[in-house]
C-alpha cells in the first residue's frame, strides 16, 4: 500500500528528501520557475520531495502517477484541499467548493455533482457556440493578437451566463466590472488579503472594497432571484444552487455567494489558459491545424477533444492540487506529518516519459490510439476533489475550437513556442498565446 495511517507502533520512516536551500529562496524558485523546478527535483530527489514555500510552510511534492492515484483514493477525512486553498477564502469565502472542508464539502458536493454532469452541461452547449460565433467576429484577421486576452474575455462571458443565466441589469453590469478589477492574478494582493492589517493600506484596502460592493451587489441579486416567479424552471446555476435542497434545508445566501464566486473565477481562468494554450500549439504545429479545421468543418468533437486534451497534458494549466494533511501517514517509504501540505503535481506526471511515449511532442492522436493510463492524465485533478467544471470545460474548449476552426485558419508570426510562467493559479504563456487568424480558404468553407 502506497499510502497509509502511519503505524504508531512500528519503527518511525525517515522524513522525505528535499533541498536546504532557506525557505523564501524556495518560495521564489516555486513561485516563478515550478515546472522546470519540479522536474530537476524529481531527478535529484525522487518521486517524494519536502519543500519549505509560503504561505503553506512545510510542502511534499508528489510527482508519480501512484503515489498520486493512491492519495486521490484515499478517504477524503485524512486530507483538506479546503485548507490548503484557504490562500483564496478572502475572495471564495470560507464556504465556497474549493475553500471548505469535511461533512460541509460532501454535502455541496451531493448537491452540486448533478449540476456540473454531462446531461446538464449539454443543455450550455448551444450558448457557448452562440456567444463564441459573436465573439470571434471581433477578433483581428490578418494581424497577431493574444489570444490568451480574448479568452479571457469569451470565457468570461460564458461561465458568467452559465451562472447567472441570461439577461443583463445595471446591477449585473456594475459587478462584472467591479469582478474584471480583482488583482485575481497578483500572489501578492491575494495573500495580503488574509491579514487585517494589511487590508486597510494600498492595493489591499482597494481589494477590500471593491470585495465589499461586489458582496452587496451579489447578496441584493440572489435576494430578487429567491422571489422570482420563474425560480423553479430556470436553468442558471445561481438559480439551481438557490433552490437546492436535500430534504433538510437549502443552502444559506452566504453558501450561495460563495459558490457563484468560486465557479465562476475557478471557471473563468483555467478554461481561458487551456484555451489559448490550444491556440498556441495550433498555431505551431500546421499539420494538426489542419487536421483540426477538417474536424470542426465535418463537426468531429473526438478530434478537437483530443487537441484540447493534448494541450491540457503538454500545457497543464494548473500544475498542481493543494492538499493539507489531516493525520500522520506513510507514503511509499516515508513518514509525513499531519499538517504538512501535499501537493500532487500534476504537470510533472504529464511529461513522464513512463506514461507517454515522446512527451515533449505535441500529438493529439495519442489521445486516440494509444493506451493512457486514466491515472497519468489528471488535468482535473482526482478523488473526492475532482474539478466539479471538468465536463463544462472540456465541451467548453471543444466547441470553441469547433466555431473558430471552421471560420479561420491558425497560425502565428512567431514559430518559437512562448515561455510558461506563473500566474498565481495557472501557468500561462508569457507572451498571452500570439496568433494569426485568417480567412479559410473558400474551397475548405
Ligand atoms: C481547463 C479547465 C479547468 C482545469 C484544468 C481545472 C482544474 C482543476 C483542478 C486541478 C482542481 C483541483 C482538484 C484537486 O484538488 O485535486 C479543480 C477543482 C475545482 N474546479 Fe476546476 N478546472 C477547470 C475548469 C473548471 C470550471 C469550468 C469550473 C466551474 C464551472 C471549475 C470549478 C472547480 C471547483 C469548484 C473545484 C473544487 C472542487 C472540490 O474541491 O470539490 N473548474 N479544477
Given at each position: 500500500m502506497l499510502i497509509r495511517t502511519a503505524d504508531s507502533g512500528s519503527a518511525p520512516l525517515p522524513a522525505p528528501p528535499g533541498p536546504r536551500l532557506p525557505g523564501p529562496v524556495q518560495t521564489a524558485i516555486f513561485t516563478w520557475w515550478r515546472q522546470a523546478w519540479a522536474e530537476r527535483l524529481r531527478e535529484k530527489y525522487g518521486d517524494v520531495v519536502a519543500l519549505k514555500v509560503f504561505p503553506w510552510g512545510r510542502v511534499v511534492l508528489i510527482n508519480d502517477a501512484d503515489h498520486i492515484a493512491a492519495m486521490f483514493a484515499s478517504p477524503a477525512e485524512r486530507f483538506h484541499s479546503g485548507e490548503g486553498n484557504r490562500i483564496l477564502a478572502p475572495v471564495f469565502g470560507k464556504h465556497g467548493l474549493l475553500t471548505c472542508d469535511g461533512e460541509e464539502h460532501r454535502r455541496l458536493r451531493k448537491l452540486m455533482m448533478p449540476m456540473f454532469g454531462k446531461a446538464a452541461v449539454r443543455g450550455y452547449q448551444d450558448t457557448v457556440r452562440e456567444l463564441t460565433e459573436r465573439d470571434v467576429e471581433t477578433w483581428p484577421v490578418g494581424r497577431p493578437f493574444k489570444s490568451l486576452e480574448r479568452m479571457r474575455k469569451l470565457s468570461l462571458d460564458i461561465i458568467w451566463r452559465v451562472i447567472f443565466g441570461p439577461g443583463r441589469d445595471v446591477r449585473s453590469g456594475e459587478l462584472r466590472g467591479l469582478l474584471e478589477r480583482?488583482?485575481?492574478?497578483?500572489?501578492?494582493?491575494?495573500?495580503?488579503?488574509?491579514?487585517?492589517?494589511?487590508?486597510?493600506?494600498?492595493?489591499?484596502?482597494?481589494?477590500?472594497?471593491?470585495?465589499?460592493?461586489?458582496?452587496?451587489?451579489?447578496?441584493?441579486?440572489?435576494?430578487?432571484?429567491?422571489?422570482?416567479?420563474?425560480?423553479?424552471?430556470?436553468?442558471?446555476?445561481?438559480?439551481?444552487?438557490?433552490?437546492?435542497?436535500?430534504?433538510?434545508?437549502?443552502?444559506?445566501?452566504?453558501?450561495?455567494?460563495?459558490?457563484?464566486v468560486t465557479?465562476?473565477?475557478?471557471?473563468?481562468?483555467?478554461?481561458?489558459?487551456?484555451?489559448?494554450?490550444?491556440?498556441?500549439?495550433?498555431?505551431?504545429?500546421?499539420?494538426?491545424?489542419?487536421?483540426?479545421?477538417?474536424?470542426?468543418?465535418?463537426?468531429?468533437?473526438?478530434?478537437?477533444?483530443?487537441?484540447?486534451?493534448?494541450?491540457?497534458?503538454?500545457?497543464?494549466?494548473?500544475?498542481?492540487?493543494?492538499?493539507?494533511?489531516?493525520?500522520?501517514?506513510?507514503?511509499?517509504?516515508?513518514?509525513?506529518?499531519?499538517?504538512?501540505?501535499?501537493?500532487?503535481?500534476?504537470?510533472?506526471?504529464?511529461?513522464?516519459?513512463?506514461?507517454?511515449?515522446?512527451?515533449?511532442?505535441?500529438?493529439?492522436?495519442?489521445?486516440?490510439?494509444?493506451?493512457?493510463?486514466?491515472?497519468?492524465?489528471?488535468?482535473?485533478?482526482?478523488?473526492?476533489?475532482?474539478?466539479?467544471?471538468?465536463?463544462?470545460?472540456?465541451?467548453?474548449?471543444?466547441?470553441?475550437?469547433?466555431v473558430v476552426l471552421s471560420r479561420r485558419s491558425v497560425t502565428t508570426d512567431r514559430p518559437k513556442p512562448e515561455a510558461a510562467v506563473c500566474k498565481s493559479v495557472t501557468i500561462s504563456p508569457a507572451g498571452g498565446a500570439r496568433i494569426i487568424l485568417r480567412p479559410l480558404p473558400r474551397t475548405e468553407q
Open positions: 480583482l488583482p485575481m492574478t497578483d500572489l501578492a494582493v491575494l495573500m495580503g488579503l488574509n491579514s487585517t492589517r494589511a487590508r486597510r493600506v494600498g492595493p489591499w484596502r482597494r481589494a477590500s472594497n471593491l470585495l465589499a460592493r461586489i458582496d452587496t451587489l451579489i447578496y441584493e441579486t440572489i435576494e430578487e432571484r429567491r422571489s422570482a416567479p420563474d425560480l423553479g424552471q430556470r436553468t442558471d446555476i445561481l438559480s439551481r444552487l438557490i433552490s437546492a435542497g436535500d430534504g433538510t434545508e437549502g443552502l444559506s445566501p452566504v453558501q450561495v455567494r460563495d459558490q457563484a465557479l465562476l473565477f475557478a471557471g473563468r481562468e483555467p478554461t481561458a489558459t487551456a484555451l489559448a494554450w490550444a491556440l498556441h500549439e495550433l498555431a505551431r504545429h500546421p499539420a494538426v491545424a489542419q487536421h483540426a479545421a477538417r474536424a470542426a468543418l465535418a463537426g468531429d468533437s473526438t478530434y478537437l477533444e483530443a487537441v484540447v486534451k493534448e494541450s491540457m497534458r503538454r500545457r497543464t494549466g494548473i500544475f498542481e492540487s493543494i492538499w493539507t494533511l489531516a493525520e500522520d501517514i506513510e507514503l511509499g517509504d516515508f513518514r509525513v506529518r499531519k499538517g504538512v501540505t501535499l501537493m500532487p503535481m500534476i504537470g510533472v506526471v504529464h511529461r513522464d516519459p513512463a506514461h507517454y511515449r515522446q512527451p515533449e511532442v505535441f500529438r493529439p492522436e495519442r489521445f486516440l490510439h494509444e493506451d493512457i493510463p486514466p491515472h497519468a492524465f489528471i488535468p482535473f485533478g482526482g478523488g473526492a476533489r475532482r474539478c466539479i467544471g471538468a465536463h463544462l470545460s472540456v465541451m467548453q474548449s471543444a466547441e470553441v475550437l469547433r
